[in-house]
């Protein structure tokens, strides 16, 4: 069994920055990529950035460059860093792991950029 407990997240200006954490507890073996979506209101849940065992990293178009995706050296922990945040970064982000076939969310963590 794996669980993911985020934090970090709330209410900040265009421009500004963002740090959320997602703390998985469980066993980690096998877990080949750690991965960060958003669901913003009225709109389907997209990926938004990935990282993997071997620490090579993916972006969204729409964040690269402002986000930056890491871990802990423990790999119990991943980080996503947000800079130069826009309104229409607003939503709720979860941090996702794929173990053995069955996939496991983080409980959302809301993230409002006001213009």
């Known amino acids: 069994q794996v669980q993911l407990v985020q934090s970090g997240g709330g209410l900040v200006q265009t421009g500004g920055s963002l740090r959320l954490s997602c703390t998985v507890s469980g066993s980690i073996n096998d877990i080949i990529w750690y991965r960060w979506y958003r669901q913003a209101p009225g709109k389907q849940r997209e990926w938004v950035t990935g990282i993997n065992s071997g620490g090579n990293t993916d972006y969204a178009p729409s964040v690269k460059g402002r986000f930056t995706i890491s871990r802990g050296s423990a790999w119990n922990t991943v980080y996503l860093q947000m800079n130069t945040l826009k309104p229409e970064d607003t939503a709720i982000y979860y941090c996702?792991?794929?173990?053995?076939?069955?996939?496991?969310w983080g409980q959302g963590t809301q993230v409002t950029v006001s213009s």
């Open positions: 996702n792991v794929i173990k053995h076939g069955r996939e496991y």
